[in-house]
């Protein structure tokens, strides 16, 4: 179920610091050739575009994860902001409806054309299980409700969703090779699990058919972080091979 058509490193780390100088330090322990970084939105409301701009300077791919969800003209002037900001991914809530977007993807076509970020739909987070589900009216399995929303995202023309690796094969079957699966909840086997519910391993996951794995407190919280990127790494070269 391997799909090894993506250019770069698999592994996000995610940057959820509370401090900028902790967040540069670890970056700066980090290799852009083994990683690209997220920006969620604890980071990007403390420190701004200015943080992202100081990412990309250092040459790293940045996905900036601020799950935008709205009405489409400023969910799409958000995304087309992303893009001047020069970032390599960004996302937004598939359970924005198509609508929403279909207008993102639109506006990031005609203002940045090839060049635009990925853009990536958010199906349900991986902190979520079926009784989650269930408290906000969703009846169905959190599989059905991924594929419900993947299948939205698909429609709308984005690049993919971020879903956990659990769901990856059922989406690999249903929206085909390119359809990019970027994963979170990826517990190596030498790390804590959480707050995450919907898990796999690195290399379970790439075998389910995970594009991306973004990988956050296993690596930012270690003792020595780049020992456990390159550990995970390690992972993944195997897992591809
Ligand atoms: O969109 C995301 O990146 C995301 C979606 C999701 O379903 N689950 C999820 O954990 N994330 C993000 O992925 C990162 C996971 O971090 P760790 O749990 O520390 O590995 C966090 O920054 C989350 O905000």
Not at 200 to 209: F, I, K, R, V
Not at 216 to 235: F, H, K, N, V
């Amino acid at each position: 179920m391997l799909y090894a058509d993506v250019t770069g490193p698999r592994v996000i780390v995610a940057l959820d610091f509370a401090d900028q100088t902790q967040g540069l330090e670890l970056v700066d322990q980090l290799d852009p050739g083994l990683c690209r970084l997220k920006v969620g939105k604890e980071m990007f409301t403390r420190f701004g575009p200015d943080f992202v701009r100081q990412l990309t300077r250092r040459g790293f791919g940045v996905f900036l994860d601020l799950k935008y969800h709205d009405i489409p003209n400023t969910a799409a002037a958000a995304v087309e902001a992303a893009a001047d900001l020069g970032v390599w991914m960004v996302n937004v809530h598939a359970s924005g409806g198509e609508t929403m977007m279909a207008a993102c993807r639109e506006r990031l076509e005609k203002v940045a054309g090839n060049d635009r970020p990925l853009l990536i739909g958010v199906t349900v987070l991986t902190s979520f299980g079926a009784d989650d589900l269930r408290q906000i009216g969703v009846t169905g399995s959190p599989e059905e409700q991924v594929d419900r929303l993947s299948s939205l995202a698909y429609n709308a023309g984005l690049d993919g969703v971020v879903c956990s690796a659990q769901e990856a094969p059922i989406l690999r079957e249903s929206r085909g090779p390119r359809f990019q699966l970027v994963t979170p909840g990826i517990r190596p086997a030498f790390a804590a699990t959480d707050d995450q519910k919907r898990i796999m391993t690195p290399s379970e996951a790439l075998y389910a058919g995970s594009d991306y794995l973004v990988i956050g407190r296993p690596i930012t919280q270690a003792d020595r972080p780049l020992e456990a990127l390159e550990e995970i790494q390690a992972e993944v070269t195997t897992a591809l091979n």
